[in-house]
């Protein structure tokens, strides 16, 4: 049932990012949040009741949770226009877990680490766009970065991974997490790139403002 739920999130990553780079409205991918999210609540929720208190169990099922709770909130954010401020510095904690686990898994599963580190990196960027309200780093929109990031990444670390595991093909080898640590940086250098091209130019920003101050408030789109 957890892989199940895995293969439901690359999706709604995949179309979350497309919101941030501007493709879909926010509020249309709002019922998608809230599915996945439900999803991710009550799998792990059935798994847990069948698990008969069995430690390895639970405490691989658990943060499934911390990413049910993401989809939910946000599309909660998304439905009703809400601070996001509060679900940035959640994102803050779930970053977190997934840097514990990330190193917890080098030893035993190197790409599974790799993919945590992933996860980690996706929701600290949650956590610097919406709890601390940084929408540029340098010459890169952060908005647009994180958008492609998840639009590239997404599927990849969570659908893709969903069916090699549920049909028994999951590879632990070194070799696979050099693997998996080339595709991260090939991903993350690509995002940077079309971040740069897909993001509107500064004299743009300029002459919308007046326009779009009323809208925006300064707050970044939530990814």
């Known amino acids: 049932m957890g892989n199940v739920g895995l293969l439901l999130v690359g999706v709604v990553l995949f179309v979350n990012g497309l919101v941030s780079v501007g493709v879909v409205e926010a509020r249309g991918a709002a019922p998608l949040n809230l599915f996945v999210g439900a999803a991710q609540v009550v799998l792990p929720t059935l798994v847990l009741f069948q698990s008969e208190g069995d430690p390895g169990i639970v405490n691989a099922t658990w943060p499934s949770y911390l990413f049910g709770f993401t989809y939910l909130w946000f599309g909660f954010i998304q439905i009703f226009d809400i ?14 877990v997934a840097v514990y686990y990330a190193i917890k898994s080098v030893g035993t599963d190197p790409v599974f680490a790799v993919i945590w580190a ?37 599927v990849p670390t969570c659908s893709v991974s969903a069916i090699l ?19 991260l940086f090939v991903a993350t250098v690509l995002s940077v790139t079309l971040a740069r091209r897909s993001a509107p130019r500064d004299e743009d920003v300029v002459t919308a403002a007046p326009v779009e101050a009323r ?3 300064g707050v970044p789109q939530p990814v």
Do not use: C, Q
């Not at 601070?83 to 977190?96: E, K, Q």
């Open 83 to 96: 601070d996001p401020r509060g679900f940035g510095w959640y994102s803050s904690f779930v970053a977190a």
């Open 118 to 154: 992933t996860w980690a990196i996706m929701w600290s960027l949650f956590f610097v766009l919406l709890g601390l309200g940084v929408a540029k780093v340098g010459r890169i929109d952060l908005g647009h970065f994180t958008g492609w990031f998840l639009i590239l990444l997404g």
């Open 165 to 183: 595991l549920l049909n028994g093909l999951w590879p632990t080898s070194v070799a696979a997490g050099s693997v998996a640590v080339a595709i």
């Open 215 to 217: 809208v925006s408030e």
